[in-house]
């Protein structure tokens, strides 16, 4: 049977779709040794099905565990893909660096998002949880990203990103990067009222915001 490489990629988008890693992986491979570039199976193979499990998840049709594995399947592929990205000059989709606030331990949610946004081409600086608003100021200044990401989960800590905005704009930072703001307790007039950029109610959510505000940041 001959390679086709329309199949490959609908085969690799479901791939992905499905949680399955090693079809992820040989499709990579089959795609790589029929000449595919690795940018090109990225944008339409792997990419797509990350896209959709994103929409899913945002409308609640898949949950949790089945994100984490189209994670897994995502990142399979990516394995074989970065030796042939890093020789090109492709640039990735953004950079992000993002955190859960000071006080608060949770980190479920952010590690989906960044699951999924680095699923869909995005660079990203996971700072953990308990995040120190001058941890933040410093990542920001160090890796001068697109975005700052920061959640909470606890209302206690919401004030928290308050802060961290401030302390942007005290460090003349503040015009440079793009802020979302997200957690179970976060709402979308707080995060107005906090001047950041934008808000997410959940993770699908976030990497739509997340390539748009790259765009506006690159354009």
Excluded: W
Aim: a negative charge; charged letters at 20%; proline letters at 3%.
């Amino acid at each position: 049977m001959s390679f086709d490489k329309k199949i490959n990629f609908e085969l690799a988008s479901n791939s992905v779709i499905r949680g399955n890693d090693e079809d992820a992986a040989q499709l990579t491979q089959e795609a790589l040794a029929n000449g595919i570039t690795a940018k090109e199976f990225l944008d339409f193979g792997l990419i797509p099905g990350m896209d959709v499990v994103g929409a899913r998840f945002r409308d609640g049709d898949m949950f949790l565990p089945e994100v984490l594995l189209a994670a897994r399947a995502m990142k399979a592929g990516m394995e074989l893909l970065k030796p042939e990205l890093s020789k090109s000059d492709i640039k990735p989709a953004g950079k992000v660096v993002i955190g859960t606030v000071a006080g608060d331990l949770h980190d479920i949610g952010k590690n989906i998002v960044i699951y999924m946004l680095e699923g869909t081409g995005f660079t990203v600086l996971d700072l953990g949880i308990n995040v120190a608003t001058e941890t933040f100021i410093s990542a920001v200044q160090q890796h001068q990203p697109h975005i700052l990401g920061m959640s909470a989960f606890l209302t206690t800590t919401m004030p928290a990103m308050r802060q961290v905005i401030e302390s942007l704009q005290k460090s003349n930072l503040r015009e440079g990067v793009k802020v979302i703001v997200g957690g179970a307790p976060v709402t979308e007039h707080f995060a107005h009222e906090i001047g950041s950029d934008a808000y997410a109610e959940d993770a699908g959510t976030a990497v739509t915001i997340c390539k748009r505000l790259a765009r506006l940041d690159n354009s």
